[in-house]
């Protein structure tokens, strides 16, 4: 697996802490907790976008673009991260943002990523939930193409096999970490939404020889439906990478009990996580994705899954600059 094959612009700060949680591994009296900082990987505020984009942009820039064109929510850390390095490497940004929220609030519609994004200059277009948005992107490319301009889609989260790229390499470092301070870790922990950070890790860690299981926690689809989509892309990146048959498909595992009402709802486990890692570690985490993850692996300990391990590792893929737009929405004590 040669990840130096690719195109690739520096835009993280790698590699990002691995670092053990002894306040909330007392607390839940379960097996040692560390955490994977990739909510410090540098750019706008951080969070797992970066990784990959180091990959998607590379790519466009060796295309010869000169506007990137991609889609999220409105709370989308990835466009987010994805309007920064636009910015840092002096491409247009065009985003078609979802309203896939239900009800959302003023704070929802104009805080958190959202303002961020229009600090970086993005241009904001807004659809309704449920649209097709590769045919929408599509139309977006020929106006560009129209105007003048060369554009590069990216599609939602980055979760391609080009972006997942960024999550092999992820794989790998914390293989690397895990030698390096002679850790011997039974289980990681993710949240999975796109899918490219699921599958990218599994064919890292796979792909770098260890058989440590890997447990997604779901923020929106149904577990086949998730499994599918993160083994797929798995196998795509893969193919890509040099490492084919390396992920099988029982090697991907999505629990998605923890979703809640749906996607971006706030559930009262997520709550209960976000506030815990706060005030126990110092450490932020966000509604849609990592709080979500977290009162998984809160679960997970509690009712005795995670018995048998005596280390596991959350990765923690960032998003706290989305609490702001659910300040309202979020009970505090
Ligand atoms: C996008 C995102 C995820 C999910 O990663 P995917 O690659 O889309 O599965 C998890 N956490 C945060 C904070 C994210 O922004």
Not at 33 to 40: G, H, M, Q, T
Not at 42 to 58: I, P, V
Not at 74 to 89: E, F, G, I, M, Y
Not at 233 to 246: I, R
Request: hydrophobic letters at 40%; charged letters at 20%; a negative charge.
């Amino acid at each position: 697996m040669q990840l130096s094959q690719f195109p690739r612009i520096a835009l993280a700060h790698l590699p990002t802490p691995l670092e053990p949680m002894p306040r909330l591994s007392e607390h839940l009296g379960g097996p040692q907790i560390y955490v994977k900082r990739d909510d410090c990987t540098g750019l706008a505020t951080g969070g797992n976008k970066t990784r990959k984009l180091e990959f998607s942009m590379g790519e466009a820039l060796q295309e010869g673009a000169d506007t990137i064109i991609t889609v999220g929510a409105v709370q989308s850390n990835h466009v987010r991260q994805t309007a920064a390095a636009a910015c840092k490497l002096g491409l247009k940004c065009e985003v078609l943002l979802e309203h896939r929220v239900q009800h959302p609030s003023d704070l929802y519609k104009n805080s958190g990523n959202v303002l961020l994004d229009r600090i970086f200059g993005a241009n904001l277009r807004e659809y309704d939930k449920g649209t097709d948005f590769d045919a929408a992107m599509a139309d977006v490319a020929s106006e560009v193409t129209t105007a003048g301009g060369t554009p590069y889609i990216i599609p939602g989260g980055a979760s391609n096999a080009v972006g997942a790229l960024g999550y092999v390499g992820c794989g790998l470092e914390l293989l690397q970490q895990f030698s390096e301070q002679a850790l011997a870790v039974d289980h990681i922990v993710t949240a999975t939404g796109s899918a490219g950070t699921h599958a990218g890790l599994a064919v890292g860690i796979r792909g770098g020889g260890s058989k440590l299981p890997i447990l997604g926690i779901g923020v929106n689809a149904a577990q086949d439906v998730q499994e599918e989509r993160v083994y797929k892309l798995a196998c795509e990146t893969a193919d890509l990478v040099g490492a084919p048959g390396s992920v099988a498909r029982d090697d991907i595992i999505a629990d998605c009990n923890y979703i809640g009402p749906g996607y971006g709802e706030p559930t009262e486990s997520m709550n209960e996580a976000v506030l815990m890692l706060a005030r126990l570690e110092g450490l932020l985490f966000d509604p849609v994705y990592s709080g979500k993850a977290l009162a998984g692996m809160i679960d997970y300990i509690r009712s005795g899954r995670f018995d048998h391990a005596k280390t596991i590792v959350f990765l923690h893929t960032g998003g706290a600059a989305g609490l702001f737009a659910y300040a309202d929405t979020l009970k505090l004590d």
